[in-house]
């Protein structure tokens, strides 16, 4: 079992940046794979980025490319999603969740591959 939680959400002008964190505890958690997906109020729930268990590997989506990094320590079980330049475009509920397997993009941007969720934490961009 994995445990995930979501922290850094908040309320930021557009142009402004964020960091999101995922803590994470359970059973060799710091071999999951991590995914952060979003959702915005009356849309589905949109993939974000993955990072592989190593950190080694990343993917983005392409509305998020070059605004958004994920990255993971995982001597401290935390996986984290800095955004800048935002925009009111990107306020929602941010999740992160956890997968066993990596796979590729296609793949791991779906919400239905991953074992794992947490909470959420909301991000509301002002214009």
């Known amino acids: 079992q994995v445990h995930l939680v979501e922290s850094g959400g908040g309320l930021v002008q557009a142009g402004g940046s964020l960091r999101l964190s995922c803590a994470a505890s359970g059973r060799t958690v710091t071999s999951y794979n991590m995914g952060w997906f979003r959702q915005a109020p009356g849309k589905e729930r949109e993939f974000v980025a993955a990072i592989d268990w190593r950190g080694d590997s990343t993917y983005y989506a392409d509305s998020v490319k070059g605004r958004i990094t994920i990255s993971r320590d995982n001597a401290k079980n935390t996986v984290y999603l800095q955004m800048k330049s935002l925009k009111p475009e990107d306020t929602a509920v941010y999740y992160c969740?956890?997968?066993?397997?990596?796979?590729?993009?296609?793949?791991?941007?779906?919400?239905?591959?991953?074992?794992?969720w947490g909470q959420g934490t909301r991000v509301t961009v002002s214009s």
């Open positions: 969740a956890a997968v066993a397997t990596w796979r590729n993009v296609v793949v791991m941007s779906r919400y239905d591959w991953y074992d794992y």
